[in-house]
Nanobody, 125 residues
Framework: QVQLVESGGGLVQAGDSLRLSCAAS????????MGWFRQAPGKERDFVAA????????YYADSLKGRFTISRDNAKNTVYLQMDSLKPEDTAVYYC??????????????????WGQGTQVTVSS
């Protein structure tokens, strides 16, 4: 089992930055690919970003590339999501997730085995 706890969400203004953190406990964190997803009210959960277990590969939703940056620190069992130039449409609950399997789509929620409880990000205009 892996436990994931997100933090760093909050209320910000358009143009501001936030850094989300996801702390993992349980099994060896470095064995897992990690991802961030988000879900806005009344909408489906969307892929945001993913990072491979060694951080050698990163993946982003096309619409977010250039504004969001995913990273991980295996020594701290933590994955981060740096969000810059935030927009009101970035308002959502952000979830981190851990993936055991390889060879699956990193952009699909069903590829992930463990999920955090989510952290709210609200961007005002």
């Amino acid at each position: 089992q892996v436990q994931l706890v997100e933090s760093g969400g909050g209320l910000v203004q358009a143009g501001d930055s936030l850094r989300l953190s996801c702390a993992a406990s349980g099994r060896t964190f470095s064995n897992y690919g990690m991802g961030w997803f988000r879900q806005a009210p009344g909408k489906e959960r969307d892929f945001v970003a993913a990072v491979s277990w060694r951080a050698s590969n990163t993946y982003y939703a096309d619409s977010l590339k250039g504004r969001f940056t995913i990273s991980r620190d295996n020594a701290k069992n933590t994955v981060y999501l740096q969000m810059d130039s935030l927009k009101p449409e970035d308002t959502a609950v952000y979830y981190c997730a851990a993936r055991v399997r390889v060879g699956v789509s990193v952009r699909t929620g069903s590829s992930y085995d463990y999920w955090g409880q989510g952290t709210q990000v609200t961007v005002s205009s």
